[in-house]
């Protein structure tokens, strides 16, 4: 069973860039699949940040597009997000997920990390 | 892109079926079969129950079955039980090659 697992610091000033990664178990992100994000704000739904495929091919929401930046460290079979110029609405839990798309496009997450909650707080 | 609309709650006693509804439009969950249901416990990670309108990943259970009919996809419980209590949330691909969510619905088990 593939597991995913977020790191990251749980505290990000505003205007500052928020990064997490993801390392994956059981599973090599080099094969196939892509690999994506999606946050919960507190006491809010979830909303899909993107996904990334080993070629480095990515697909991101247009409402974050000029602030996401998502890469993959094959060695060390992570990949991560990064997030600028944050401010307090980007305070969520963050979760790392697989994509069940093995071809172009998004169509919905099987695996699941637990999460990581970010908070953007001077 | 905006969120796809779910009802905030919808509530069942133990037996009953309840059906949550996921409306979107014709970019999105009427255009394709890429619609999923997700299963949500407080600090848990969300669970796929339902993927491509009507298939369950193995091990989930035959309670849950979803169906679409034009821009809303539907998923239903039947033989609701108080482990079913959680939020739901649907998703779709979506015509501009990304994904969105609904806002997602409670479900009380009375």
């Known amino acids: 069973q593939v597991q995913l697992q977020e790191s990251g610091p749980g505290l990000v000033k505003p205007s500052e860039t928020l990064s997490l990664t993801c390392t994956v178990s059981r599973y090599s992100i080099s094969s196939d699949y892509y690999w994506g994000w999606s946050r919960q704000p507190p006491g809010k739904g979830l909303e899909w940040i993107g996904i990334i495929y080993h070629t480095g091919s990515t697909y991101y929401n247009p409402s974050l597009r000029s602030r996401i930046t998502m890469s993959l460290d094959m060695s060390q079979n992570q990949f991560s997000l990064k997030l600028s110029s944050v401010t307090a609405a980007d305070t969520a839990v963050y979760y790392c997920?697989?994509?069940?798309?093995?071809?172009?496009?998004?169509?919905?997450?099987?695996?699941w990390g637990q999460g990581s909650l970010v908070t953007v707080s001077s | 892109q905006s969120a796809l609309t779910q009802p905030a709650s919808v509530s069942g006693s133990p037996g009953q079926s309840i059906t949550i509804s996921c409306t979107g439009a014709s970019s999105d969950v009427g255009g394709y079969r890429y619609v999923s249901w997700y299963q949500h416990h407080p600090n848990k990670a969300p669970k796929l129950i339902i993927y491509?309108?009507?298939n369950r990943p193995s091990g989930v259970s035959d309670r849950f079955s979803g169906s679409k009919s034009g821009n809303t996809a539907s998923l239903t419980i039947s033989g609701l039980q108080a482990e079913d209590e959680a939020d739901y949330y649907c998703?779709?691909?979506?015509?501009?090659?990304?994904?969105?969510f609904g806002t997602g619905t409670k479900v009380t088990v009375l």
């Open positions: 997920a697989r994509d069940r798309s093995k071809v172009a496009g998004p169509t919905g997450f099987d695996y």
């Open positions: 998703g779709s691909y979506t015509s501009i090659v990304t994904y969105v």
């Open positions: 491509d309108i009507s």
